[in-house]
């Protein structure tokens, strides 16, 4: 079964920068892509940034390109988000996913989802 276990969300403050990772776990996690989404309040899921099998593709939504970076660390099953400069329109539940492919991700076909940790950026 797989699980993805997201972890380092918290409330911050704008211009602040905050780390987050999520663990996988039950899948041959170094073959598949890994990626992030979120959903504020009354909106609908999106699509943050993600990354392919082996590290070497990534793709971003245009909202945080430039702040954001998406890296892997296949030998601990573990995926991160950095988030620097970040904006009151950041705030939501960001949620890790994994799937076949890092563009099935970035057009929003995941296998599957992490229960999602809370950001909230205070203006």
């Known amino acids: 079964q797989v699980q993805l276990v997201e972890s380092g969300g918290g409330l911050v403050q704008s211009g602040d920068s905050l780390r987050l990772s999520c663990a996988a776990s039950g899948r041959t996690f170094s073959v598949y892509a890994m990626g992030w989404f979120r959903q504020a309040p009354g909106k609908e899921r999106e699509f943050v940034a993600a990354i392919s099998w082996i590290g070497t593709t990534t793709y971003y939504s245009e909202s945080v390109k430039g702040r954001f970076t998406i890296s892997r660390d296949n030998a601990k099953n573990t995926v991160n988000l950095q988030m620097n400069s970040l904006k009151p329109e950041d705030t939501a539940v960001y949620y890790c996913?994994?799937?076949?492919?890092?563009?099935?991700?970035?057009?929003?076909?995941?296998?599957?989802w992490g229960q999602g940790t809370q950001v909230t950026v205070s203006s």
């Open positions: 996913a994994t799937g076949p492919s890092a563009i099935k991700l970035r057009n929003g076909v995941p296998d599957y």
